[in-house]
Structures are given as C-alpha cells and as structure tokens.
C-alpha cells in the first residue's frame, strides 16, 4: 500500500515528459513553404521598421525646426591676482639666452 502514491507520482512525472519531448515534434508541411512563410514574414517586419523608423525621423526633423536656437555666451574667466612669481618675472624678457 505504501508504494500505491510513488506508483501515482511517477506515472504523472513519465506523462509530463513525455508531453515535453512531443512539444518540440517534427514541423507541419514541407520545408520549402516553411521557408517562404518565414522570409516572407521577415520582409514585412523590416520594411515596418524601416517605415518606424523613417517616421521617427521625419518627427525629430519637425521638432528640432520647431525648437528655438540657444546659443550659450561664453564663460569669462575670472582673473587670478597675480602670484609673486608673476611679479618677479613681469620684466624678464623670454627667450633669450645668456
């Protein structure tokens, strides 16, 4: 009697194998048309892609005419106060050699 529940569980593991190994079973029809079903899909998907993509452009083409023009002015640079050696050296002239 003790046997009677792994009998039932390994019935039910042997039946779930088995439906997983008929999931992946032998396609239907022949290969040729096979072929032509999946290239055909294929050319659909990339000229909808390309027809996607041609629309993103022409939208960002709209937009960026749309957008005002920021032109950012230049950051000036704030003067340091002049270090010694900078006065030091204010009335060496350079490139001269001794």
């Given at each position: 009697?003790?046997?009677?529940?792994?009998?039932e569980?390994?019935?039910?593991?042997?039946?779930?194998?088995?439906?997983?190994?008929?999931?992946?079973?032998?396609?239907?029809?022949?290969?040729?048309?096979?072929?032509?079903?999946?290239?055909?899909?294929?050319?659909?998907?990339?000229?909808?892609?390309?027809?996607?993509?041609?629309?993103?452009?022409?939208?960002?083409?709209?937009?960026?005419?749309?957008k005002?023009?920021?032109?950012?002015?230049?950051?000036?640079?704030?003067?340091?106060?002049?270090?010694?050696?900078?006065?030091?050296?204010?009335?060496?002239?350079?490139?001269?050699?001794?």
């Open positions: 009697m003790a046997r009677g529940d792994q009998r569980r390994d019935r039910a593991k042997k039946l779930a194998r088995l439906q997983k190994e008929q999931k992946g079973g032998p396609k239907e029809g022949n290969p040729e048309s096979r072929n032509l079903n999946d290239s055909a899909a294929l050319a659909a998907k990339v000229a909808k892609k390309a027809e996607m993509k041609k629309k993103q452009e022409e939208e960002e083409q709209r937009n960026a005419a749309n005002p023009v920021v032109v950012k002015s230049k950051v000036k640079k704030k003067k340091e106060p002049a270090g010694l050696d900078d006065l030091l050296s204010a009335g060496l002239a350079k490139g001269k050699k001794k």
